[in-house]
Structure formats: structure tokens, C-alpha cells
Nanobody, 115 residues
Framework: QVQLAESGGALVQPGGSLKLSCVVS????????MGWYRQIPGMERELIAT????????YDADHVKGRVTATRDNAKNTAYLQMYRLEHEESGVYYC????????WGQGTQVTVSS
């Protein structure tokens, strides 16, 4: 059974940085193109960044472009999302998943941007 375990969420001030992690188990991680998603209360989950099998990062949502870096470490079965210059509106629960074929969602990790 595939399991996704996100971590690294925290309370951070506007303009701050944060790095999220996602450990994937139950599947060959190296064969999975990964995406990072954010869900704000009352809104649908949205894709904000991806990291491909070939370590390319082909997609960043327009509103985060230049302020996020998606990476992966296949030896650790872990995907990462480094976020910079965070804005208040980016508070929410962050999830990871295969962006081409969704597995059951993990619990996500809460990011709160507030002064």
C-alpha cells in the first residue's frame, strides 16, 4: 500500500522560507513523477509545483513561480518543496502525490503564514 507522509509545515512570518518533505513508501519512488499541492479551507486542492522522474521541475503555478523549488532524493524516497518569500495567502495544508496518477492522499502538513 502506498503511503505519503508530508512534514515540515510550521508557522512562519510573511517573507519567510520553509522546506517541506514528503516520504513515499510502498512504491518505487524513483518511477513516480511527484507534485506538491496546497489546499486552503473551502477551496479545492491545487497543484503548485512538480518534480519529474528525470529531476526536472516542469511546472510551477504562476502565483508561486520563482519562489518555490521542487526537488527529490530517490535514495531517501523523499520529495521536497523549498518555499521562499512566503505570503499570507499561501497558508494551507500542503500535500504531495504522483501528479499523473494520484495515490491515496496523506495527512498533509499545515503551513501558516502570519505575523
Amino acid at each position: 500500500q502506498v503511503q505519503l507522509a508530508e512534514s515540515g509545515g510550521a508557522l512562519v512570518q510573511p517573507g519567510g522560507s520553509l522546506k517541506l518533505s514528503c516520504v513515499v513508501s510502498g512504491v518505487d519512488f524513483s518511477l513516480n513523477p511527484m507534485g506538491w499541492y496546497r489546499q486552503i479551507p473551502g477551496m479545492e486542492r491545487e497543484l503548485i509545483a512538480t518534480i519529474s522522474i528525470g529531476l526536472n521541475a516542469p511546472y510551477d503555478a504562476d502565483h508561486v513561480k520563482g519562489r518555490v523549488t521542487a526537488t527529490r532524493d530517490n535514495a531517501k524516497n523523499t520529495a521536497y518543496l523549498q518555499m521562499y518569500r512566503l505570503e499570507h495567502e499561501e497558508s494551507g495544508v500542503y500535500y504531495c502525490n504522483n501528479f499523473q496518477q494520484h495515490y491515496p492522499w496523506g495527512q498533509g502538513t499545515q503551513v501558516t503564514v502570519s505575523s
